[in-house]
C-alpha cells in the first residue's frame, strides 16, 4: 500500500519561512510532487523532486531523501496569498499519483 | 493556450440518479487523469488514460464508475446508479509527455442527497 504523511495546519506570520514536511511509505517510487490548492479552486503543480537534494523555483524549494522517505516544502517571504493548502504527491507504479492528507497553511499578517 | 475545463462546475442529484461529467485537457495532452476529493480528506487517483486508452484504472470505486475517452480528446465520467459516498469534488488533470507536472481543472462539486 502506499500512504503520506503531512501536518494538518501550519499557521506563520507574512515574511516569515515555513516548512511543510512529507513522509511517505510506497510500494514503489519515482518521485515526489507538491501542489498548491486555495479554497475552491484547482490543485496547481508547484515542483518535482526525482532525485534527492533540493529544487528551488523562486520563493518555494522542495528538498528529497529518498533514504529516509522524507520530502518538505519550503516557503520564503510568506505572503498573505500563500494561504491555501499545499499537497505532497508521491508517484508511483503505472505514472499515477497518491496525494496526501494536505496541509492547511494559514499566514497571518 | 486554454487549461483544463471541466462541465458542469456544480451537480446535485438524488440517489439513485445518474450524472455525466466532462472533462477537456488541455490540446495536444495524451495524458488525462480523474481524482475525487471527498470532504475533508486527501485527493484520489481515479484512473488515467494515454489517449484513448485506459492506462490504470486500479482507483475507480467499483462498478457504478464508467470514464471514456473517445478519440483521445475530452473524457466522461459517468456515475450509476449515484451513492450518497459518491458525493465529492472531481477533478481532471491532464499532461503532456511527463506525469510529474499535472495541470488540473476547477473540478465539478458533486452532491448527492
Known amino acids: 500500500g502506499q500512504s503520506l504523511e503531512q501536518p494538518s495546519e501550519v499557521t506563520a506570520v507574512e515574511g516569515a519561512i515555513v516548512q511543510i514536511n512529507c513522509t511517505y511509505q510506497t510500494s514503489g517510487f519515482y518521485g515526489l510532487s507538491w501542489y498548491q490548492q486555495h479554497d475552491g479552486g484547482a490543485p496547481t503543480f508547484l515542483s518535482y523532486n526525482g532525485l534527492d537534494g533540493l529544487e528551488e523555483t523562486g520563493r518555494f524549494s522542495s528538498f528529497l531523501s529518498r533514504s529516509d522517505s522524507y520530502g518538505y516544502l519550503l516557503l520564503q517571504e510568506l505572503q498573505m496569498k500563500d494561504s491555501a493548502s499545499y499537497f505532497c504527491a508521491v508517484k508511483g507504479y503505472g505514472q499515477n499519483f497518491v496525494f496526501g492528507p494536505g496541509t492547511r497553511l494559514s499566514v497571518l499578517p | 493556450e486554454a487549461g483544463v475545463t471541466q462541465f458542469p462546475s456544480h451537480s446535485v442529484i438524488e440517489k439513485g440518479q445518474t450524472v455525466t461529467l466532462r472533462c477537456d485537457p488541455i490540446s495536444g495532452h495524451d495524458n488525462l487523469y480523474w481524482y475525487r476529493r471527498v470532504m475533508g480528506k486527501e485527493i484520489k487517483f481515479l484512473l488515467h488514460f494515454v489517449k484513448e486508452s485506459k492506462q490504470d484504472e486500479s482507483g475507480m470505486p467499483n462498478n457504478r464508475f464508467l470514464a471514456e475517452r473517445t478519440g483521445g480528446t475530452y473524457s466522461t465520467l459517468k456515475v450509476q446508479p449515484a451513492e450518497l459516498e459518491d458525493s465529492g469534488v472531481y477533478f481532471c488533470?491532464?499532461?503532456?509527455?511527463?506525469?510529474?507536472?499535472?495541470?488540473f481543472g476547477p473540478g465539478t462539486r458533486l452532491t448527492v442527497l
Open positions: 488533470a491532464s499532461s503532456q509527455d511527463s506525469p510529474n507536472e499535472q495541470f
